[in-house]
C-alpha cells in the first residue's frame, strides 16, 4: 500500500478560535516579507518574532497568522523536526498572553508535482491575462491530485506554482491526530485509485 498524502489547513470553522494577526519583527514592526515562510523555500530570518491576536479565542495548535503562515505549538513542531527534519525550518514566535512555545513552520521544499489530468481542474495564467511574469503558473486548481513518482525525498513540501497548498504525508497526519492537534483539517490530494 502505498504512502498517502495531504492537504494540510487551517480549520477557520473551529468555533470560538483564536485568530492571528500579522507576523511582526522584535521592533513591534508588520514584516513586509512575511509571504517568505509559505512559499517553499528556506528564509535566512534571524531573531524572534511575535505575532498578534487579531480576534481574541481559543488558542489553537495549528493555525496561520496573516498571509497564510503556518503557527504551531512546540507539541506539533516536534512532529515535522521527528518525521520531516529535512524538509521545514522552524522559527519561535510570541503571542501575547499565551506561555507555550509557539513557531512558523516554514516548508522549505517546492516540488513540481500536480498531476493536471487527474485534478478536477488545473488552469494556468496565459497572455490574455495580463500579467507576463505569471505565464505558465497555476491561475486556479480544483480538486488537486498530486504524482507521487515526481516526489524524490520530499515529505513535506509546496507544489511547484501552486505554494498557497501544504502537502504533508499520512504518517504526520496520523501523529498530529494522535495528539489531538486542534486547528487542523485535512485534505486527500493522493493519487487516484
Request: charged share 25%; with cysteine.
Amino acid at each position: 500500500m502505498s504512502l498517502r498524502y495531504f492537504d494540510l489547513a487551517d480549520d477557520v470553522y473551529v468555533e470560538g478560535r483564536w485568530e492571528l494577526g500579522h507576523p511582526q519583527d522584535d521592533q513591534g514592526r508588520d514584516l513586509e516579507d512575511s509571504w517568505q515562510f509559505r512559499i517553499g523555500r528556506p528564509s535566512s530570518w534571524e531573531g524572534r518574532l511575535h505575532i498578534p491576536i487579531d480576534i481574541p479565542g481559543n488558542a489553537l495548535d495549528y493555525s496561520h497568522a496573516a498571509f497564510g503562515t503556518p503557527v504551531v505549538t512546540s507539541r506539533v513542531a516536534s512532529i515535522f523536526e521527528r518525521l520531516a527534519p529535512n524538509d521545514i525550518q522552524l522559527f519561535p514566535v510570541s503571542i501575547e498572553g499565551q506561555s507555550d512555545d509557539f513557531f512558523i513552520l516554514n516548508a522549505i521544499r517546492r516540488v513540481n508535482c500536480i498531476d493536471d489530468e487527474a485534478s478536477e481542474e488545473a488552469r494556468y495564467w496565459t497572455r490574455r491575462n495580463g500579467i507576463a511574469e505569471k505565464v505558465g503558473t497555476y491561475i486556479s486548481v480544483w480538486g488537486m491530485r498530486i504524482d507521487t513518482t515526481r516526489l524524490g525525498s520530499a515529505r513535506v513540501f509546496r507544489p511547484l506554482h501552486w505554494e498557497v497548498v501544504l502537502v504533508i504525508p499520512e504518517d504526520i497526519k496520523l501523529a498530529l491526530e494522535a495528539i489531538g492537534a486542534t486547528g487542523v483539517q485535512f485534505k486527500d490530494v493522493s493519487p487516484l485509485g
